[in-house]
Nanobody, 121 residues
């Protein structure tokens, strides 16, 4: 099992910055991907950014150059630094973790409860 604890989010003015963090805990043997998705009202959930088990990063085209994701492997924590925020970034952001358990190598796939990011003046 894996448990995700999200932090950050809130209200920010256009052009501002926010930092989201997600700590994973549990019977984690390895990580395949750890990152953030978002879902705006009336829209599908989409990938924002993730770090793969090999240390590669993937970003949505809409956030490239503005968002930066990093992972602390020792703490199983991923952080998303969001800059130059605009109204299109308003959404509920969900942490997502995929990996393998120490228990027989079982597949782990978990979502956090979500944290709201509201970009508004």
């Amino acid at each position: 099992q894996v448990h995700l604890v999200e932090s950050g989010g809130g209200l920010v003015q256009p052009g501002g910055s926010l930092r989201l963090s997600c700590a994973a805990s549990g019977t984690i043997a390895s990580v395949d991907a750890h990152g953030w998705y978002r879902q705006a009202p009336g829209k599908q959930r989409e990938l924002v950014a993730e770090v793969t088990g090999g240390g590669n990063t993937n970003y949505a085209d809409s956030v490239k150059g503005r968002f930066s994701i990093s992972r602390d492997n020792a703490k199983n924590t991923v952080s998303l630094e969001m800059n130059s925020l605009n109204s299109d970034d308003t959404a509920t952001y969900f942490c997502h973790f995929v990996g393998r358990s120490t228990w027989y190598g079982l597949h782990l796939d978990a979502w956090g409860p979500g944290t709201l990011v509201l970009v508004s003046s």
